[in-house]
């Protein structure tokens, strides 16, 4: 350790380090305040800190797991697998990039859809894995949303969808920009048929996503702290030559202009998502008695 | 170093420059230079020709970004008569970067909208470089809706380098100004017919662009990210560009034959500036043709025409 660290408080020297003298899985370091938590304590709480309140990413499946009601699940769209058409190749092939995120994630692509209930609201959850390649939004994405999209306008039940996106992906070149279109064009479907969209906007919702599916609910929620914009931060940066604010692109920017209804805690959401949804519905108020006293 | 003229086509400045000064010489002499001067002239032909012919994407897109390419205000001006040119978003601001209005076309009223950037220092900055900010697409939708209302189509024309990354088009919400008009472009009951003109920056593009008919000049580009933000993050290098440019696949020729645009216009040789008569025939021919063709169609059939290649967009496979 050299002098400059040993001079900065604990919390903000490099992270990396002291991951690493921790064993691993077993205690988790908190990314805001730095308590020490147990990993099992942790995953019950879905990955909000326990100790400050901070939202750690989730993983959509782990996600979804939490936020429906444990029967009955489906899951849509199944098939529905990447192909590199363009045969694109940068320092890697794409076609390696797929298969490299596919081993390490366990999933086909970035977007996952889940029939099932919220508080036995029939619902179809659904949301980016933004551990697949940063949840850039490719043509399998986009046609699994549709999908996903479509099987809630035959049912009329509402979609619910999380984003977490850093936006295209630039390895599908124009045909993930068109997915931003073909997203959109869904949604005016639902919006006709009065099919209810609920989007959920997690850290972080960027780029291509974030100027098409994203900002299209008919009630926008967002997670605190979550940082969502159109341009990633170093490109402002870059922009207007300056440092950008504390605060900047993150949930309570947006809400203070504007952007969203509401931020919403990740452990709240099962609750706010039910009660909404059964109101656009016009059911009876969910069950709130069937809420996980673990939740 | 001409200016007009960009690096790959300095050895076509030279020739030029020569002629030009064979012309001045042979003004001011008896000398009779007319055969040199055809010479050259054919001389200058051929080379145009053949740098043209094998132009790398990334030339290409330099093409697209040409300081003396034509813009939006210019198509108005020379394809279009009695322009009306309407402003604001009625909500915050007017935006230069993103114009439109009524015009005829051939005597035919129509919506003209485009991005529009400046030529001259001042007015570059006045446009901001025809990057838009949410004001501009706010308005861009507003005129869209006025177009539906009273049964008018819709012509855009294309050329940005993307939406504005500031700080305060965040503030007013640019992600919720692109996604609308992506939303209301999808189901607008009216024809769209679209031109990229020059550089189809991203979603910053993309949000004028849903439409019936989609038409790329020849050095024209649209892609997802510009070649050097491409490079830059997936090569870590932007000098890597000509490389992005390649792989992204941004060229006219390119995306027809991937099916993602349905018409490729020509331009004169060396570019739409060098004949702006000749260019400016053939693009009102495309742009007619194409009203045509969306105006003579019921509007379901054309709607759900559009929703149904909206949906077809996308390459995967389905293992069901």
Not at chain 1, 209 to 214: C, K, Q
Not at chain 2, 175 to 180: D, G, H, L, N, V
Request: hydrophobic share 40%; charged share 25%; aromatic share 6%.
């Amino acid at each position: 350790m050299n002098w400059l660290q040993k001079l900065l408080p604990s919390r903000i020297r490099t992270e990396g380090m002291v991951k690493k003298t921790i064993p691993e899985g077993l205690w988790i370091k908190c990314t805001e305040c730095a308590a020490v938590l147990y990993s099992s304590e942790l995953e019950r709480n879905q990955q909000v800190c326990p100790k400050c309140g901070h939202h750690m990413r989730i993983g959509i499946r782990k996600r979804l797991e939490h936020f429906l009601d444990a029967e009955p699940r489906e899951e849509l769209a199944t098939t529905v697998e990447p192909v590199d058409m363009l045969k694109f190749r940068d320092q890697k092939k794409y076609r390696d990039r797929l298969l490299l995120a596919q081993r390490t994630t366990g999933e086909k692509d970035a977007f996952i859809a889940i029939k099932g209930r919220v508080l036995g609201e029939p619902l179809i959850a659904s949301g980016f894995d933004f551990s697949f390649m940063g949840g850039s939004m490719g043509s399998v994405v986009g046609e699994k949303f549709v999908r996903a999209a479509n099987r809630a306008l035959d049912e009329k039940i509402p979609l619910v969808t999380f984003m977490a996106s850093g936006g295209a992906r630039m390895q599908e070149a124009l045909f993930s920009l068109m997915q931003m279109a073909k997203t959109s064009a869904v949604l005016t479907r639902l919006s006709k048929e009065g099919v209810p969209y609920i989007v959920v906007l997690t850290d972080p919702t960027m780029g291509g996503v974030s100027a098409s599916l994203a900002m299209l609910g008919d009630v926008q929620i967002a997670e605190p702290k979550a940082l969502i914009g159109f341009a990633g931060p170093r490109v402002i940066e870059q922009t207007v030559r300056e440092v950008l604010p504390e605060g900047f692109q993150r949930s309570e920017f947006l809400l203070a202009h504007g952007m969203v209804d509401m931020i919403v805690p990740r452990l709240e959401q099962r609750e706010t998502i039910a009660n909404l949804v059964s109101m656009l519905k016009k059911h009876p108020a969910p069950d709130r008695s069937a809420l996980n006293s673990a939740v | 170093m001409n200016p007009n003229y960009l690096d790959f086509e300095q050895p076509i400045a030279d020739l030029e420059a020569k002629i030009s000064e064979l012309r001045l010489m042979g003004n001011d002499s008896n000398l009779n230079l007319a055969d040199e001067i055809e010479r050259l002239q054919a001389k200058s032909g051929q080379l145009t020709r053949s740098i043209f012919s094998k132009l790398s994407a990334w030339q290409v897109s330099q093409m697209a970004r040409h300081p003396q390419r034509p813009y939006t205000l210019d198509y108005v001006k020379h394809l279009m008569t009695d322009f009306v040119e309407l402003h604001g978003d009625r909500a915050f601001a007017d935006d230069a970067a993103l114009v439109g209005g009524l015009a005829r076309i051939d005597g035919r009223p129509l919506m003209v909208i485009g991005h529009q950037k400046g030529r001259d220092t001042r007015e570059r900055s006045r446009r901001n470089f025809g990057m838009p900010r949410p004001e501009g697409y706010r308005k861009a939708k507003r005129l869209m809706e006025t177009a539906a209302r009273f049964k008018l189509p819709v012509l855009t024309l294309i050329d940005t380098p993307g939406a504005f990354p500031g700080m305060d088009a965040e503030e007013r919400g640019q992600s919720e100004a692109i996604a609308r008009n992506l939303f209301v472009m999808a189901d607008l009951p009216t024809p769209i017919v679209s031109l990229v003109i020059g550089e189809g920056g991203s979603g910053g593009a993309l949000a004028i662009g849903v439409s019936d008919h989609l038409m790329m000049l020849r050095y024209s580009t649209y892609s997802v990210i510009s070649p050097e933000g491409c490079a830059a993050i997936l090569w870590k290098d932007a000098a890597k560009a000509p490389d992005a440019a390649e792989a992204l696949g941004i060229t006219a020729p390119r995306l027809k034959e991937l099916g993602l645009i349905d018409e490729v216009i020509d331009e004169p040789e060396g570019g739409a500036h060098r004949d702006l008569a000749t260019h400016m025939q053939s693009v009102k021919a495309a742009i007619l043709r194409a009203l045509d063709q969306t105006e003579a169609m019921p509007l379901a059939s054309l709607l759900e025409r559009r929703y149904l290649r909206l949906m077809s967009m996308g390459q995967f496979i389905d293992k069901s």
